[in-house]
């Protein structure tokens, strides 16, 4: 399966304030991966910008104009979210990434291709018209709706992100042709996410909510996938899927408390190549979120290519197993989508 990394080393330009979480040295585990990777032959592809039209199909004009005044800039959108000199340009090329994914994968034709955009800042909290949670630009979002205008009718987004897409839930919670996805810890930040939150109008019950409590481990993620997140994306058949690809549920991550492994990432990963190999011809891309201790990011990020390229599994460590945390959400999915779909 021919598999894409897109990236560049301009993302470490993006430079919060010092102690920030979001740190530039994420940027240099990106670089590292995508070195390794052009180093055993793989394909690693320069990420153009992403242009003003392609943005205002999920951001608002008004949105776009406070981020150009403070362009070239330090400032504060949120009381998580600063800017440096070169933020906004690399947001721009963030939100560009992830659409030459999309262009990569798509160009594929018959022949299924896979891709993985590394990118800083991340975008899966940006709001049509506000900056939050690190994130300017809806990377993930912004993909979706330029594969929509491409003529694509089912386009699934799974969020595995430790914290809830609140940015890319709003987006799409009123449109039957995106399925939005997400498993997270909760309650957290942003405090959206409940199982209830199932999407309005034509949109009702394409949004699957996943709300885990602290300390779930490998084994409830395992059985979430297998009874709520397989089943849906089965019965919704995607042509493509997209994957907002945080890292923070990591049991080593500084700013949440779930218990998962590489070895669980590298089981999720593997279970959305195969919904994308039964209804979408293979084609998969991914688009980085979240992910703060170094080790646990560049660990996840390469379980999840050498599941992209179809390589042995990730073999360093065992998966926990389940706590009970799984079950309660379950059932609370359950509840929440009265039978919505067949299988969950």
């Known amino acids: 399966m021919k598999t894409a990394i897109v990236s560049s080393p301009r993302f470490a330009d993006h430079i919060p304030p010092p102690g920030h979480p979001e740190r530039p040295e994420r940027a240099e585990i990106f670089d590292a991966v995508a070195d390794r990777w052009r180093s055993d032959g793989g394909n690693v592809v320069e990420p153009r910008l992403a242009t003003g039209d392609e943005v205002a199909r999920v951001h608002t004009g008004a949105y776009l104009d406070r981020l150009e005044s403070v362009r070239g800039k330090a400032a504060m959108l949120d009381p998580d979210t600063f800017t440096s000199v070169d933020s906004i340009d690399r947001a721009e090329l963030a939100a560009g990434a992830a659409l030459t994914a999309l262009d990569w994968v798509l160009a594929g034709d018959e022949e299924g291709r896979r891709a993985l955009a590394l990118v800083r800042p991340p975008g899966h909290h940006a709001e049509a018209a506000e900056a939050m949670g690190f994130c300017f630009l809806n990377n993930v979002a912004i993909a979706a709706a330029s594969a929509i205008a491409r003529g694509l009718s089912r386009v699934a987004i799974v969020d595995v992100d430790v914290h809830h897409g609140n940015g890319t839930q709003h987006q799409f919670e009123g449109d039957p042709r995106v399925l939005f996805i997400s ?86 990963a593997r279970a959305l190549v195969a919904i994308a190999d039964r209804h979408a011809r293979g084609r998969v891309l991914a688009v980085t979120e979240g992910g703060y201790d170094l080790t646990a990011l560049n660990d996840g990020v390469q379980a999840t290519l050498q599941a992209f390229a179809g390589s042995p599994p990730w073999s360093a460590g065992a998966e926990r197993g389940p706590t009970g945390r799984g079950r309660t959400a379950i059932e609370a999915v359950r509840a929440a989508q009265a039978g919505r779909w067949r299988g969950l």
Do not use: C, K
């Open 183 to 268: 498993t997270h810890q909760y309650p957290f930040y942003p405090g959206t996410g409940a199982a209830t939150e199932i999407g309005t109008g034509e949109g009702t019950g394409f949004t699957v909510n996943v709300p885990l409590e602290a300390g779930s481990t490998d084994g409830d993620y395992a059985l979430v996938f297998d009874e709520v997140v397989v089943p849906v994306l089965d019965g919704f058949a995607p042509e493509l899927l997209l994957v907002s690809a945080g890292y923070d549920a990591h049991e080593r991550d500084p700013l949440a408390q779930m218990r998962v492994t590489t070895a669980g990432f590298d089981r999720m």
